[in-house]
């Protein structure tokens, strides 16, 4: 018999292990497979240490998260930290509506990539067959619960870190068993390399770190979310970073930098290199994994939020409803459904890709600055905590990073931004008009 707290309450189903799981698949996501080659155009055969910049410019920022995590473990991510901290309704909802949009927006960026390597394989089925396929299946494991998408994602995630383990392997077994000694040695011209190579590299490495945030959204259904989301988020960061690390320094090895910067292909180029005859079909298939596993993350981070801001009153309740039997926010993913397609079939990928990244580093802006007023507010607490240095660091590399990111992001950015203030002053006036009058 379903109760009514099984229709108002998310079910608790994550423990660390599996919050861990979640972390690492929405961080290495597709980012690994695709942007090495264009890390490597810039940092050259230090492509490695631009990884490692990289993750600890992540590293600040994760560890705010980590703090606000055990300290407001509930739904709603950003937005929930921007209401503690400023206690201000309209900047609340907007904030909430641009992390919903970076959501949305990185998903339709990354059904694009998963029809693009479909219809490589699969050149008669149209994009915009493989794009709406992509969301209805994954709206459906979406609506079956939390259980259901952890276990895609469980699957995926393994899909896809046992690709970047072959790579290790196959690389490592070349470079380290006498094989590359034996290969008929390539010679290139490195160009000078100083440090802007490097933060050039790391400033497009820093997107492949991006997932993180996204723990939080699921906090409500974390066991025991005050120990366990703090961990969740360093430990995730933590083993995608050492994953990153040794697939780049392996890849230098194994290709020269100009090859593995022209591939359309990177770790299959450094692969077939390493190992002709490794079945080519595979570094086909585990990039689709890749994607779906971030679209799946991405779609349960945008529902989950917008449960969130709708039980804090921030947008009308109809859209946080829960289905009566499956305790999911049904009506949230159905929206997502129409807005992400829509999105999606109308945009290019480097487009949405840039606004994507854009969006996101200002609610990394916005999460550090919350977390700097809340520490003021109430700076004793018990759990974890970071030093006041962390957000403040944290904010301004981040602030460094918008800087230095595409002119037409910041356009569309602007874009998004606008039509959320639109709509908040469309549901100020109908509230306005449904009070009644003295």
Known sequence: MTTHEDSTSLKRVFGLPALVIYGVGDILGAGIYAVIGDITKPSASLVWVSFIVAMVVAAFT???YAELGGRLPRCGGVAHFVHQAFRTEWLSVLVGWLMFCTCLVSMATISKAFAGYLMASLPGLPEWFLIISLFAALGYVNFRGMKESSLLNLICTVVEVSGLLIVILVAGSFLFGGAAAAAAPVTFTEPALGWTGIINGASIAFYAFIGFEDIVNVAEEVKDP???VPRGIVLSLAIAG????????LAVQVLNPAELSASNAPLLSVVSRAQPNFPKLIFT????????NTALLNFVTASRLVFGMAREGLIPAWAGKLHPERATPYRAILVILAIVTVIALAGTRELLAGTTATLILIMFVLTNLSLLVIKQREPIISGFRVPIAVPVIAMLLNLVLIVY???KSHFFALGFMGIGILLILLQNAVR???LPSI
């Open 432 to 434: 306005k008009r449904q």
């Open 226 to 228: 005050e120990r366990n």
């Open 285 to 292: 298939l585990i990039p689709i994994f890749a994607v779906m």
């Open 405 to 407: 990111a595409q002119q």
């Open 242 to 249: 050492v994953i990153y690390i040794a697939v780049s320094w």
């Open 62 to 64: 994760a560890l705010s």
